[in-house]
């Protein structure tokens, strides 16, 4: 990280030197108006915005809490214990991250004066511009953003060990200068900075730990959305089961349990949503799509696509290419 913005976040904050001259323990009215514990956003936030950072509060443990947002925690030096839910110890170090589903209980330990931490107090409707930066059809996404945004009774936490990660170390840098700074596009610029950093955490969910009860059956699923993420055109899962030593059926069951279609389903859909991309963006004719996208059975494909937009994948394109020239000429 940039030495003078790193300097800039190490200053001592009123709520830390009144810590440091004696205070033992943390004001709760800073953040909540609330019987119990529930840091507010409104506490946290300028009306208006959907988005800010604060610097963890050190020299103290900070209680058990919830949120009525989204928070994200950034390790810009030195590290951090957090406990979630009382039980799973989780410790954030340099260059890493931590996001936390609102329905989770948190608690840290008392940090010192180098464990400098970014709080990013963030509502849900501003990864609006994040998501959209997404593929609409990538189950991987849904089962990301859904354990974040959702009280699935699922996941409480992501922890991205994604230190040694540079684009997502520049992207996390960028957000906070520009938040710092307050500029009049701050708001836009960190949207478009959220969406580029979902898009290469997609990258790397092979560093993600996760917080489930079941931890070996959403490492399986994760495998499972990766695959298909990674190599739609030539997934097999019979081939995926036995790598991760799972039998078909039950692994079957747990995709469908955990995202609500099979793994035929979701890799149907991200080939077609792979489709739609390639028709629009492309002029690749439609037989090469076909067998780009994994198909070598056209009949099959037409059928699949016909079911779907109700038309073949040629009148597909030539609607939407009528559709542009139209906004074009008005």
Request: net charge negative; hydrophobic share 40%.
């Amino acid at each position: 990280m940039n030495s003078d913005l790193l300097k800039r976040l190490k200053q001592i904050t009123k709520e830390e030197q009144e810590i440091l001259d004696g205070c033992e323990e943390i004001e709760k009215g800073r953040y909540t108006d609330q019987a119990d514990f529930t840091i507010v956003s409104k506490k946290m936030l300028e009306k208006g915005k959907l988005i800010d950072i604060r610097t963890h509060t050190r020299f103290i443990e900070f209680p058990k809490h919830k949120h009525d947002y989204i928070e994200i925690i950034y390790m810009c030096s030195g590290k951090t214990v957090h406990w979630i839910n009382e039980e799973t110890k989780v410790i954030l170090n340099k260059g890493e991250l931590l996001f936390l589903n609102q329905h989770a209980f948190h608690a840290i330990e008392a940090a010192y004066q180098e464990d400098i931490a970014i709080n990013f107090i963030v509502l849900p409707e501003f990864f609006d511009v994040a998501y959209a930066m997404l593929e609409e059809e990538s189950p991987l996404r849904s089962f990301i953003v859904s354990s974040l945004c959702q009280d699935t009774g699922k996941a409480d936490y992501l922890h991205f060990m994604v230190a040694d990660v540079l684009p997502i170390q520049n992207l996390m840098e960028n957000m906070i200068w520009t938040l710092l700074e307050k500029s009049d596009l701050a708001g836009k610029i960190n949207s478009i900075t959220m969406g580029l950093l979902f898009l290469n955490l997609l990258n790397y969910t092979d560093k993600i730990v996760q917080s489930y009860e079941n931890q070996r059956e959403h490492r399986l699923v994760m495998a499972a959305l990766r695959l298909i993420e990674e190599d739609y055109r030539n997934a097999s899962f019979m081939d995926l089961a036995n790598q991760m030593e799972e039998p078909l059926y039950s692994y079957s069951r747990m995709i469908k349990r955990n995202t609500g279609a099979t793994f035929k389903e979701l890799l149907l859909r991200k080939r077609i949503g792979k489709a739609e991309e390639l028709l629009t963006q492309t002029k690749l004719s439609v037989s090469d799509i076909i067998f780009a996208v994994g198909y070598d059975n056209t009949s099959y494909f037409y059928q699949i696509f016909r079911k779907k937009h109700g038309i073949s994948p040629r009148e597909y394109r030539e609607r939407l290419t009528e559709n542009v020239e139209k906004t074009f000429t008005e």
